[in-house]
């Protein structure tokens, strides 16, 4: 599910991201965007961001993962985070900056980013 390879204005590969985790994946993977486009994260960083998903009124994540801060503007909206239930992303992500290639794999399971040398 979601799956999402990013390409540049002229149709050249940018990046890649995508994750298991069932009806979640769609939060993985967009918080994991925003992090590395809009916040310019480097990919580890965005891709170890604590979780929140959210499944109509209900609030989930990995709280002891967010700031005191956080949690308590989330508050003042309304939103009371729950701890969740298996938030594990399983992401693995790569994006193209500056001609160089930022690749990583999701701490909470298994699994490395290799790159192969360009010809």
């Known amino acids: ?31 994991s965007l925003v992090a590395a486009i809009e916040w310019n994260m480097p990919m580890s960083q965005a891709l170890a961001a604590p979780n929140l998903v959210a499944r109509g ?16 503007g989330l508050r003042q909206r309304g939103i009371d985070l729950k701890p969740g239930q298996g938030e594990d992303s399983g992401l693995t992500g790569v994006i193209i900056r500056d001609g160089r290639i930022d690749g990583a ?13 360009q010809p």
């Open 105 to 117: 794999a999701d701490p909470r399971r298994e699994g490395v980013v290799l790159s192969l040398p």
């Open 57 to 72: 009124a209900n609030f989930q994540g990995e709280v002891t993962k967010f700031s005191p801060e956080i949690l308590n």
């Open 1 to 31: 599910m979601v799956p999402t390879i990013l390409l540049t204005p002229d149709g050249k590969f940018a990046g890649a991201i995508g994750s298991a985790g069932g009806n979640a994946i769609i939060a993985y993977v967009a918080k």
